[in-house]
Protein backbone atom coordinates (compact mmCIF):
# COMPACT_ATOMS: atom_id res chain seq x y z
CA UNK A 1 0.00 0.00 0.00
CA UNK A 2 1.36 3.63 -0.72
CA UNK A 3 0.70 6.35 1.12
CA UNK A 4 -1.15 9.19 -0.23
CA UNK A 5 0.85 11.98 1.34
CA UNK A 6 2.71 14.16 -1.57
CA UNK A 7 4.92 17.07 -0.76
CA UNK A 8 6.76 19.43 -2.81
CA UNK A 9 9.85 18.74 -0.65
CA UNK A 10 12.65 17.57 -2.50
CA UNK A 11 14.67 15.57 0.13
CA UNK A 12 17.50 15.40 -2.18
CA UNK A 13 18.11 18.92 -3.29
CA UNK A 14 21.00 20.99 -1.05
CA UNK A 15 19.21 24.29 0.55
CA UNK A 16 16.60 25.68 2.81
CA UNK A 17 13.40 24.53 1.84
CA UNK A 18 9.45 25.54 3.76
CA UNK A 19 6.88 23.73 1.87
CA UNK A 20 3.98 21.31 3.06
CA UNK A 21 2.84 17.73 3.77
CA UNK A 22 -0.29 17.36 1.56
CA UNK A 23 -2.73 14.92 3.47
CA UNK A 24 -6.15 14.18 1.13
CA UNK A 25 -8.97 15.12 3.27
CA UNK A 26 -12.61 14.93 1.69
CA UNK A 27 -14.83 16.98 3.85
CA UNK A 28 -18.29 18.18 3.79
CA UNK A 29 -16.80 22.20 3.24
CA UNK A 30 -14.19 20.65 0.94
CA UNK A 31 -14.99 17.36 -1.32
CA UNK A 32 -11.48 17.29 -2.68
CA UNK A 33 -9.36 19.53 -0.54
CA UNK A 34 -6.41 18.76 1.35
CA UNK A 35 -4.87 19.34 4.95
CA UNK A 36 -1.55 21.27 4.17
CA UNK A 37 1.15 20.47 6.89
CA UNK A 38 4.23 22.78 7.57
CA UNK A 39 7.26 21.25 6.49
CA UNK A 40 10.51 23.04 6.81
CA UNK A 41 13.61 21.01 5.26
CA UNK A 42 17.54 22.17 5.28
CA UNK A 43 20.27 20.42 3.53
CA UNK A 44 23.80 20.74 3.21
CA UNK A 45 26.34 17.84 1.88
CA UNK A 46 26.74 14.61 3.48
CA UNK A 47 26.40 14.05 7.67
CA UNK A 48 23.79 12.94 9.96
CA UNK A 49 19.83 13.84 9.98
CA UNK A 50 17.46 15.09 12.49
CA UNK A 51 13.96 14.94 12.63
CA UNK A 52 12.61 17.59 15.28
CA UNK A 53 8.98 17.40 16.08
CA UNK A 54 6.24 19.68 17.95
CA UNK A 55 2.73 19.39 18.77
CA UNK A 56 2.31 15.78 18.25
CA UNK A 57 -0.18 16.26 21.08
CA UNK A 58 -2.25 19.89 19.63
CA UNK A 59 -2.32 21.69 23.22
CA UNK A 60 1.35 21.53 24.20
CA UNK A 61 3.20 24.94 22.63
CA UNK A 62 6.73 24.89 23.65
CA UNK A 63 7.76 23.07 20.45
CA UNK A 64 5.69 24.38 17.51
CA UNK A 65 7.86 27.98 19.28
CA UNK A 66 11.35 26.40 19.19
CA UNK A 67 10.79 24.67 15.74
CA UNK A 68 8.92 28.10 13.90
CA UNK A 69 12.09 30.01 15.32
CA UNK A 70 14.43 27.36 14.18
CA UNK A 71 12.67 27.30 10.71
CA UNK A 72 12.70 31.02 10.63
CA UNK A 73 16.64 31.19 11.62
CA UNK A 74 17.86 28.35 10.68
CA UNK A 75 21.17 29.10 8.56
CA UNK A 76 21.60 26.36 5.86
CA UNK A 77 25.73 27.43 5.44
CA UNK A 78 26.37 26.18 9.50
CA UNK A 79 24.40 22.67 8.27
CA UNK A 80 26.21 19.79 7.42
CA UNK A 81 23.83 16.91 6.61
CA UNK A 82 19.81 17.28 7.11
CA UNK A 83 17.25 18.72 9.27
CA UNK A 84 13.49 17.94 8.74
CA UNK A 85 11.64 20.43 11.07
CA UNK A 86 8.10 19.75 11.59
CA UNK A 87 6.91 22.29 14.45
CA UNK A 88 3.13 20.84 14.37
CA UNK A 89 3.20 17.48 13.48
CA UNK A 90 -0.81 16.29 14.52
CA UNK A 91 -2.16 19.25 12.34
CA UNK A 92 -5.47 19.46 12.92
CA UNK A 93 -5.31 18.90 16.78
CA UNK A 94 -2.83 22.25 16.67
CA UNK A 95 -5.87 24.23 14.80
CA UNK A 96 -8.37 22.94 17.36
CA UNK A 97 -6.15 23.38 20.42
CA UNK A 98 -6.58 19.86 22.16
CA UNK A 99 -4.71 16.77 22.61
CA UNK A 100 -6.56 14.90 19.95
CA UNK A 101 -7.34 15.33 16.38
CA UNK A 102 -10.62 16.36 15.99
CA UNK A 103 -10.97 14.47 12.36
CA UNK A 104 -10.70 11.16 13.56
CA UNK A 105 -10.23 11.39 17.95
CA UNK A 106 -7.32 9.40 17.53
CA UNK A 107 -3.68 9.95 19.90
CA UNK A 108 -0.94 10.62 18.02
CA UNK A 109 1.85 9.86 20.38
CA UNK A 110 -0.22 5.93 20.45
CA UNK A 111 -0.60 4.97 16.77
CA UNK A 112 2.64 4.48 15.58
CA UNK A 113 3.84 2.93 13.30
CA UNK A 114 0.89 4.32 11.49
CA UNK A 115 -1.47 3.31 8.37
CA UNK A 116 -0.95 4.23 4.84
CA UNK A 117 -4.62 3.59 3.85
CA UNK A 118 -6.00 4.67 7.18
CA UNK A 119 -7.28 8.18 8.95
CA UNK A 120 -5.38 11.07 8.48
CA UNK A 121 -3.66 10.73 12.02
CA UNK A 122 -2.57 7.04 10.97
CA UNK A 123 -1.65 8.55 7.24
CA UNK A 124 0.60 11.27 9.18
CA UNK A 125 1.92 8.46 11.34
CA UNK A 126 3.02 6.13 8.05
CA UNK A 127 4.56 8.59 6.71
CA UNK A 128 6.72 9.91 9.27
CA UNK A 129 7.60 6.05 10.20
CA UNK A 130 7.75 5.08 6.29
CA UNK A 131 9.74 8.23 4.43
CA UNK A 132 11.18 10.77 7.18
CA UNK A 133 12.47 8.79 10.06
CA UNK A 134 14.90 6.57 7.90
CA UNK A 135 16.59 9.12 6.43
CA UNK A 136 17.61 10.15 10.05
CA UNK A 137 19.68 9.24 13.14
CA UNK A 138 18.28 11.66 15.56
CA UNK A 139 14.77 12.45 16.88
CA UNK A 140 13.68 15.32 19.47
CA UNK A 141 9.95 15.04 20.04
CA UNK A 142 9.03 18.13 22.30
CA UNK A 143 6.23 17.54 24.59
CA UNK A 144 4.69 19.94 27.76
CA UNK A 145 1.87 18.98 29.68
CA UNK A 146 -1.09 20.12 27.49
CA UNK A 147 -4.46 21.60 29.48
CA UNK A 148 -4.44 19.17 31.84
CA UNK A 149 -1.22 18.63 32.90
CA UNK A 150 1.95 20.78 33.98
CA UNK A 151 5.73 19.40 34.76
CA UNK A 152 9.43 20.36 35.71
CA UNK A 153 10.98 21.20 32.70
CA UNK A 154 12.97 18.20 31.74
CA UNK A 155 14.04 16.12 28.94
CA UNK A 156 13.89 12.50 28.67
CA UNK A 157 15.30 9.31 27.48
CA UNK A 158 14.16 6.04 28.08
CA UNK A 159 15.84 2.06 29.56
CA UNK A 160 16.41 0.33 26.10
CA UNK A 161 17.87 -3.03 26.06
CA UNK A 162 21.07 -1.96 23.58
CA UNK A 163 22.92 -0.17 26.36
CA UNK A 164 24.85 1.43 23.92
CA UNK A 165 21.49 2.94 21.96
CA UNK A 166 20.86 4.02 25.35
CA UNK A 167 23.53 5.90 26.04
CA UNK A 168 23.44 8.21 22.84
CA UNK A 169 20.32 8.73 23.72
CA UNK A 170 20.90 9.76 27.23
CA UNK A 171 24.15 11.87 25.74
CA UNK A 172 21.63 13.78 23.62
CA UNK A 173 19.32 14.51 26.37
CA UNK A 174 21.93 15.76 28.61
CA UNK A 175 23.22 18.13 25.64
CA UNK A 176 19.44 19.71 25.02
CA UNK A 177 20.30 21.57 28.13
CA UNK A 178 16.77 21.58 30.30
CA UNK A 179 16.96 22.46 34.01
CA UNK A 180 16.07 18.13 34.27
CA UNK A 181 16.64 15.58 32.45
CA UNK A 182 15.53 11.93 33.51
CA UNK A 183 15.11 8.33 32.16
CA UNK A 184 11.25 8.18 31.91
CA UNK A 185 9.09 5.32 32.66
CA UNK A 186 5.77 5.21 30.54
CA UNK A 187 2.45 4.67 31.66
CA UNK A 188 2.10 2.80 28.35
CA UNK A 189 4.03 2.58 25.42
CA UNK A 190 2.67 1.00 22.82
CA UNK A 191 1.82 2.57 19.84
CA UNK A 192 4.33 5.49 21.28
CA UNK A 193 6.46 7.99 18.65
CA UNK A 194 9.25 7.07 21.07
CA UNK A 195 9.03 3.09 21.20
CA UNK A 196 8.67 3.40 17.01
CA UNK A 197 12.04 5.52 16.08
CA UNK A 198 14.18 3.15 18.95
CA UNK A 199 12.88 0.49 17.73
CA UNK A 200 14.58 2.02 14.57
CA UNK A 201 17.61 2.31 16.21
CA UNK A 202 17.54 6.45 15.96
CA UNK A 203 19.20 7.86 19.07
CA UNK A 204 15.60 9.33 20.73
CA UNK A 205 15.43 12.32 22.97
CA UNK A 206 11.59 13.56 23.99
CA UNK A 207 11.04 16.43 26.63
CA UNK A 208 7.80 17.75 29.25
CA UNK A 209 8.49 21.85 29.27
CA UNK A 210 5.24 22.93 31.02
CA UNK A 211 1.89 22.67 30.92
CA UNK A 212 -1.55 24.45 31.15
CA UNK A 213 -2.16 24.55 27.80
CA UNK A 214 0.29 27.61 27.48
CA UNK A 215 3.95 28.82 27.58
CA UNK A 216 5.87 30.81 29.57
CA UNK A 217 9.37 33.11 28.18
CA UNK A 218 11.19 30.39 30.29
CA UNK A 219 10.01 27.24 29.18
CA UNK A 220 9.91 28.69 25.44
CA UNK A 221 13.90 29.79 25.89
CA UNK A 222 14.11 26.08 27.27
CA UNK A 223 12.89 24.76 24.09
CA UNK A 224 15.16 27.27 21.85
CA UNK A 225 17.86 26.98 23.45
CA UNK A 226 17.24 22.62 23.39
CA UNK A 227 16.67 22.63 19.84
CA UNK A 228 20.11 24.57 19.22
CA UNK A 229 22.36 22.31 21.75
CA UNK A 230 20.86 19.04 20.00
CA UNK A 231 21.53 20.10 16.72
CA UNK A 232 24.77 21.22 17.80
CA UNK A 233 25.52 17.79 19.63
CA UNK A 234 24.62 15.69 16.73
CA UNK A 235 27.39 17.16 14.85
CA UNK A 236 24.64 18.98 12.54
CA UNK A 237 24.79 22.56 13.38
CA UNK A 238 28.05 24.06 12.81
CA UNK A 239 27.81 26.65 16.32
CA UNK A 240 28.56 26.44 20.25
CA UNK A 241 26.32 25.07 22.30
CA UNK A 242 24.28 27.35 24.47
CA UNK A 243 25.08 26.73 27.71
CA UNK A 244 22.20 27.26 30.48
CA UNK A 245 22.33 29.07 33.63
CA UNK A 246 22.98 26.43 35.80
CA UNK A 247 23.50 22.31 35.15
CA UNK A 248 20.87 20.13 34.14
CA UNK A 249 19.89 18.26 37.45
CA UNK A 250 19.29 14.28 36.94
CA UNK A 251 16.29 13.07 37.88
CA UNK A 252 15.24 9.37 38.81
CA UNK A 253 11.84 8.06 38.47
CA UNK A 254 12.83 3.62 38.31
CA UNK A 255 11.16 3.36 41.43
CA UNK A 256 7.70 1.79 42.45
CA UNK A 257 5.17 4.44 43.26
CA UNK A 258 6.62 6.97 41.12
CA UNK A 259 2.86 7.89 39.74
CA UNK A 260 -0.23 8.76 41.93
CA UNK A 261 -3.29 8.61 40.39
CA UNK A 262 -6.79 9.55 41.80
CA UNK A 263 -9.23 7.15 42.88
CA UNK A 264 -12.31 9.75 43.45
CA UNK A 265 -14.14 12.19 41.29
CA UNK A 266 -13.72 15.53 43.00
CA UNK A 267 -12.40 19.24 43.58
CA UNK A 268 -8.31 19.24 44.03
CA UNK A 269 -6.48 20.99 46.94
CA UNK A 270 -2.47 20.47 45.98
CA UNK A 271 -0.38 20.67 48.60
CA UNK A 272 2.64 20.72 47.02
CA UNK A 273 3.96 22.30 44.05
CA UNK A 274 6.41 21.52 41.35
CA UNK A 275 9.67 20.85 42.68
CA UNK A 276 9.02 20.90 46.07
CA UNK A 277 10.41 18.21 48.13
CA UNK A 278 8.45 15.18 49.70
CA UNK A 279 8.81 12.65 51.98
CA UNK A 280 6.91 9.57 51.89
CA UNK A 281 4.00 9.94 54.48
CA UNK A 282 3.82 13.69 53.58
CA UNK A 283 0.18 15.19 52.00
CA UNK A 284 0.36 16.08 48.84
CA UNK A 285 -3.23 16.29 47.46
CA UNK A 286 -6.95 17.07 49.29
CA UNK A 287 -10.03 15.90 47.47
CA UNK A 288 -13.49 17.24 48.09
CA UNK A 289 -16.91 15.88 47.16
CA UNK A 290 -18.33 18.19 44.89
CA UNK A 291 -21.96 16.81 45.45
CA UNK A 292 -22.84 18.18 48.74
CA UNK A 293 -20.91 19.93 51.50
CA UNK A 294 -20.09 18.32 55.25
CA UNK A 295 -18.53 15.37 53.09
CA UNK A 296 -15.78 14.00 54.73
CA UNK A 297 -12.46 14.54 52.25
CA UNK A 298 -9.60 12.30 50.84
CA UNK A 299 -6.15 12.76 51.75
CA UNK A 300 -3.64 11.44 49.18
CA UNK A 301 -0.28 10.75 50.72
CA UNK A 302 3.33 10.62 49.24
CA UNK A 303 4.30 6.91 49.13
CA UNK A 304 7.98 7.58 47.90
CA UNK A 305 10.09 10.40 48.76
CA UNK A 306 11.30 12.75 46.27
CA UNK A 307 10.59 16.19 44.11
CA UNK A 308 7.01 16.63 42.47
CA UNK A 309 7.83 16.90 38.87
CA UNK A 310 4.13 16.65 37.26
CA UNK A 311 0.99 17.62 38.53
CA UNK A 312 -2.61 17.25 37.10
CA UNK A 313 -3.55 20.90 35.90
CA UNK A 314 -7.19 21.13 36.18
CA UNK A 315 -8.64 21.68 40.11
CA UNK A 316 -11.93 19.25 38.70
CA UNK A 317 -10.31 15.71 39.07
CA UNK A 318 -11.77 12.04 37.95
CA UNK A 319 -11.25 9.22 39.66
CA UNK A 320 -8.38 7.10 37.48
CA UNK A 321 -6.79 10.42 36.38
CA UNK A 322 -3.20 11.44 36.99
CA UNK A 323 -2.41 13.38 39.94
CA UNK A 324 1.54 13.52 40.75
CA UNK A 325 4.87 11.90 39.63
CA UNK A 326 7.64 11.95 42.06
CA UNK A 327 11.06 11.40 41.19
CA UNK A 328 14.14 11.75 43.12
CA UNK A 329 17.20 13.58 42.51
CA UNK A 330 20.23 11.75 41.71
CA UNK A 331 22.56 14.35 40.93
CA UNK A 332 22.87 18.10 41.80
Known amino acids: MTNPISTDI ?6 LQHGFLKIPHSR ?16 N ?38 VIIIPMMNYPAFQAAQRVSPIDQLNMNRVFPGQPKGSVTQLIADYITSALLPMCDYVLDIHSGGKTLEFLPFAAYHELENKQQ ?7 TLAFA ?14 MYDTQAEEMGKVFVSTELGGGGSTTPATAEIGKRGVHNFLVHAGILDADPIVPPSPPV ?21 CVGLGDPVSKGDLIAVVYSTERTGSKSVKYLAASDGIIVG ?22
Open 10 to 15: DFERDG
Open 28 to 43: NDSAWGSIMLPITYAK
Open 45 to 82: GDGPGAILTGANHGDEYEGPIALHHLANTIDIDKVQGR
Open 166 to 172: QQACEAA
Open 178 to 191: APWYISLIEIDAGG
Open 250 to 270: KLDMQHDNAYVFSEHNGLLEP
Open 311 to 332: RNFPSLIKIGDFMNVIAKVVQD
